[in-house]
């Protein structure tokens, strides 16, 4: 516990200092990085995909897909990054006629583009306008209802929410969760209404409090599930206490992209 408190307390003001103080292409680096050792965890380090080159290119795609990202590149570079993508991975398929299986290459797929796609979702919020406070309420919305949730069911857990899967999560603890989450983005679009002279939508900010709670329980959770078919305890050992990227970032994997679709439907704070 110890050692995981220290990693949190130094990790996230760094994380901090990368997304809301150095220029955006600074994060754009970051996750570039998050998500090729995100990739490996799930495709090397978990065991499902073997082959060097079916890495290699699913590393490749996903810097390019940060990449496309911070440069908000057009629509049809990306279908063609995609489908060059997948151009290669079925040829390394027919190449190995019987040997490469389909689930080998989606799970490439799925870590290469997928997952980059999503998680991606952070670079994009940081160059909107007021990029800075939008990926701060994409943090909010991973980090609050992990936190409220351990805390509420650590007092008043009784139901298990998920026992095969993530044993020490409760009902209680989820709903305790939601609750702390739709307080603090109440709080938080406070201080961006009265300190930074936003106008916004009281309504809007408790959907977000509630669905991001929502994302960050099933990022969590799937990420969970796919342990425990690798049977594997964490996905890697970058960050002591907490794991691997996905250990740590798989709730964001669903929430950032989340937050991202919102605001382009019903912003909760605009400027």
């Known amino acids: 516990m110890k050692t ?3 990693v949190a ?3 996230l003001p760094l994380l901090l ?3 809301l103080v150095l220029p955006s292409v600074a994060t754009a680096i970051l996750v570039a990085a998050m998500c090729i050792l995100a990739a490996y965890e799930l495709m090397i380090g978990a065991g499902y995909v073997k082959h060097v080159r079916l890495f290699a290119y699913s590393s490749l795609m996903a810097l390019l897909v940060c990449v496309w990202s911070w440069l908000e590149m057009p ?3 990306g279908m063609l990054g995609i489908m060059i993508y997948l151009c290669a991975l079925f040829g390394e398929m027919l190449a190995a006629h019987t040997e490469l299986k389909l689930r080998t290459v989606c799970v490439a797929i799925f870590a290469g583009l997928i ?3 999503m998680l991606s979702a952070l670079v994009r919020l940081r160059i909107f306008p007021n990029g800075k406070f939008y990926i701060l309420t994409a943090f909010l919305l991973t980090m609050i209802p992990d936190t409220g949730a351990y805390f509420t069911g650590m007092f008043l857990g009784k139901r298990k ?3 095969v899967i993530s044993p020490n999560k409760t009902v209680e603890g989820a ?3 939601a609750a702390a989450t739709v ?12 300190g930074f002279h936003f106008k916004v939508n009281y309504f809007y900010t408790i959907l977000y409090g509630i669905l991001g709670a929502g994302g960050s329980i099933l990022g969590d959770l799937t990420f969970s599930v796919i342990k425990r078919q690798a049977k594997i305890k964490d996905y890697g050992t970058l960050l002591p206490g907490h794991g691997g990227i996905l250990d740590r970032f798989d709730s964001t994997i669903v929430v950032a992209p989340l937050v991202e679709m919102l605001l382009l439907i019903i912003p909760f704070a605009v400027k």
């Open 4 to 6: 995981r408190i220290l």
């Open 9 to 11: 307390a130094i990790g």
């Open 17 to 19: 200092v990368v997304v």
């Open 75 to 77: 629509r049809a570079f």
């Open 115 to 117: 997952i980059p796609y």
């Open 161 to 163: 929410l998920c026992p």
């Open 175 to 177: 709903v305790g969760g």
């Open 183 to 194: 307080i603090c983005m109440i709080l938080y679009t406070l201080i961006l209404q009265v």
